[in-house]
């Protein structure tokens, strides 16, 4: 099949503790800017990807964002929700467990706390099958630049996305892939993977504060 997909890796829901994004908001996205897959990846949960993906299934693949000890994990075609919390080897395993596709979220950008010290990271990259090596919510391009010499030197593939906590951010980092239906064949495409990708305004940040403000405020 000579088909290429255009899959957006990296996206959250209003299931999410900073984010208002409506599940059909997504979709409608997804579908004006020719987005084939879209991984939802909620904060440590797949609540938000079930819903998404029960009104459209072929577009939409259960992931998640799972904060453990070390740093976040950016994972896809899930089964199961994966807790917080936990060692990122024992997450690791958890994810393995059930045949998902592992990456590593916005591994260098120490302005979030989910980044990754350099001994923690190198420790898993035996066990991950890519690194985010674009993530457009960056506030620094270095801290991309930064996950691509990593992923290089370690010879891992990347995966790009445009961690959308808003509908207008979806899309701003995508890759053109090969078809492919599971995470095995997933992780096969990713070496002839075409990346599209801008960093998103600064401004994209006061969305995700406002988000959880008015969460907290119930």
């Not at 879209?38 to 939409?60: F, M, S, Y």
């Not at 070390?70 to 994810?95: F, H, N, T, W």
């Not at 457009?136 to 996950?147: E, F, G, H, I, T």
Request: glycine letters at 6%.
């Amino acid at each position: 099949m000579s088909e290429r997909l255009r899959v957006e890796f990296h996206c959250h829901t209003r299931y999410s503790k900073d984010s208002l994004s409506k599940p059909e908001d997504l979709l409608t996205a997804c579908r004006q800017r020719g987005i084939d897959r879209l991984v939802v990846t909620d904060h440590n949960t797949i609540t938000g990807a079930l819903a998404v993906q029960k009104l459209d299934p072929e577009r939409v693949i259960i992931g998640e964002e799972i904060m453990t000890q070390d740093g976040e994990l950016l994972a896809a075609y899930l089964r199961e929700e994966v807790p917080p919390g936990m060692p990122s080897k024992e997450a690791i395993q958890r994810l393995r467990d059930q045949g998902a596709f592992i990456s590593v979220s916005h591994p260098f950008d120490r302005m979030r706390s989910g980044h990754w010290e350099p001994a923690n990271l190198l420790a898993i990259t035996p066990l991950v099958d890519a690194v985010e090596t674009f993530n457009a919510r960056c506030l620094w391009p270095s801290y991309n630049v930064q996950a691509q010499a990593f992923a290089e030197l370690q010879d891992l593939p990347g995966t790009v996305g445009s961690d959308a906590h808003a509908v207008f951010e979806v899309g701003k980092a995508t890759l053109l892939l090969p078809y492919f239906e599971d995470a095995a064949s997933l992780k096969a495409a990713l070496p002839q993977g075409e990346a599209r990708c801008s960093l998103s305004a600064p401004w994209v940040h006061l969305a995700s504060r406002y988000a959880a403000w008015v969460k907290k405020r119930g």
